[in-house]
């Protein structure tokens, strides 16, 4: 079965970078569609970036535009999310989730359809 298990969260300062990992299993996400999400403490889940099978999409939410980049390596068979200038609103469990299929409508930042979810890693942005 599919497998999603991120990493490299934790405890930074403000202005900080951090890059967030996704490492999958029985699933190729160079076919696929990954996302990356995040959700705060009383807030709802909020789509941060995904990334089509095809490459073709990279959409990015407003609070995030310019500041966070989703990639992957296909040798690696790894999602990345690299974030800078980490601010205290950044503050969540970040998740990357899979839309099976290599299309570029399955790249969207609803959590609605997607097939698959990590377990999340904390992210934790404080002076």
């Known amino acids: 079965q599919v497998q999603l298990v991120e990493s490299g969260g934790g405890l930074v300062q403000p202005g900080d970078a951090l890059r967030l990992s996704c490492a999958a299993s029985?699933?190729?996400?160079?076919?696929?569609?990954i996302a990356w999400f995040r959700q705060a403490p009383g807030k709802e889940r909020e789509g941060l970036s995904c990334i089509s099978g095809s490459s073709g999409r990279t959409p990015y939410a407003d609070s995030v535009k310019g500041r966070f980049a989703i990639s992957r390596d296909n040798a690696k068979n790894t999602g990345y999310l690299q974030m800078y200038n980490l601010q205290p609103e950044d503050t969540a469990v970040y998740y990357c989730?899979?839309?099976?299929?290599?299309?570029?409508?399955?790249?969207?930042?609803?959590?609605?359809?997607?097939?698959?979810w990590g377990q999340g890693t904390q992210v934790t942005v404080s002076s």
């Open positions: 029985g699933v190729t996400l160079a076919d696929n569609t």
């Open positions: 989730a899979v839309h099976l299929g290599v299309y570029g409508r399955l790249c969207h930042l609803g959590h609605y359809d997607y097939d698959h």
